[in-house]
């Protein structure tokens, strides 16, 4: 019989957990760099194929319109502000690299997942703050504040398997595997 909470089954639930929010990571980086195309294909959605959604949702609708209208003449009449787009994109895809030293000894690494808490906490007084400067609508950083709580989600629960990890390792040091 395996032992669950033993080091090694705590090591392989903290890179579970560690592999989803990196992937998460990833894609919400990826997903900035064609946020033309994107935008253009959800609002060509919302009044066609998606046309249910899109009367269901109107204020959705009005303001992925918008938005889309928006990026469609940035991207015609001033590319360079999408640079900035660019700079989100590599900046998620750099924070998901420094979880790959977790991966390596979660427990000398610890400091990256708060880090990481830390930011996800942080997306909360930013979409308040900005969001209403920007002339953002409420409910659309709401939206953008979910990702701080559902990014937290993960990291608790990975910084809790840690801090029982480095109590079982203290015993038996041994017991954890090289990565």
């Known amino acids: 019989m395996s032992d669950t909470n033993g080091p090694r089954a705590l090591l392989q639930r903290i890179r579970r957990w560690l592999l989803l929010f990196v992937v998460c990571l990833v894609l919400s980086g990826l997903t900035a760099f064609p946020l033309v195309t994107e935008l253009r294909l959800l609002d060509s959605a919302l009044t066609g194929w998606a046309a249910p959604v899109g009367d269901a949702l109107p204020g959705l609708t009005e303001w992925i319109h918008r938005v889309e209208g928006g990026l469609e003449t940035a ?34 690494n610890v400091w ?68």
């Open 112 to 179: 990256v997942v708060e880090f990481g808490m830390i930011a996800c906490v942080g997306i909360i007084p930013l979409a308040l703050v900005c969001g209403p400067i920007r002339d953002i609508p409420f409910w659309w950083s709401l939206v953008d504040m979910s990702f701080g709580v559902f990014g937290i989600l993960p990291l608790l629960l990975v910084r809790r398997l840690i801090k029982r990890l480095e109590t079982a390792t203290a015993t038996a040091p041994e017991a954890v595997p090289a990565a």
């Open 75 to 108: 991207d015609r009449d001033a590319p360079y502000l999408l640079y900035g787009n660019d700079w989100l994109a590599f900046a998620h895809l750099v924070i998901a690299v420094a979880f790959y030293g977790v991966w390596r000894d979660p427990v000398r």
